[in-house]
């Protein structure tokens, strides 16, 4: 008689646990959260998207600055005209100096790494430190 008595209540218990779940799932509001889901995809897509719209400005600008770097440096390996039309460049040694750091600047763009622009944008500015200071 015990265990009829143990069996009945751990069915009970059971009954109401199932019946409790069932209740738990019918409060929540299915469409809500799918709704809510999509609202916040499409949050995310939009924010994705304007980071990728700056991203690509960005680096623009960076290889923008970039080339204009390279662009002066060529412009001080030319030379510039004095006042009587002579054109004045760079000493050997700096030029020699200006290949060194070519020479040394190991890239690899078909990785296409942050590391390259940086090395990159290194040599530039060590060449423009070298040409500045020494014309004529």
């Known amino acids: 008689m015990i265990l009829a008595e143990r069996k009945s209540e751990t069915s009970k218990e059971s009954k109401d646990q199932s019946s409790s779940a069932q209740k738990a799932s019918a409060k929540r509001p299915r469409k809500k959260s799918a709704e809510q ?14 980071l990728r719209s700056v991203t690509k400005e ?25 006042e009587e039309g002579k054109k004045k460049g760079l ?4 030029l020699e100096r200006i290949i060194d ?9 078909e990785k296409g790494r942050r590391k390259d622009l940086k090395r990159i944008d290194q040599a ?9 200071r020494k014309k004529g």
């Open 101 to 109: 750091i070519l020479e040394n600047t190991s890239l690899k763009p």
């Open 91 to 94: 000493k050997s040694a700096t």
């Open 37 to 50: 889901s999509t609202a916040l995809k499409k949050d995310v897509l939009v924010r994705l998207q304007g």
């Open 58 to 82: 960005i680096s623009r600008s960076y290889l923008a600055n970039l080339e204009h770097g390279i662009l002066e440096i060529t412009d001080l390996v030319n030379g510039t005209a004095d």
């Open 124 to 132: 530039i500015e060590a060449m423009m430190r070298i040409g500045s």
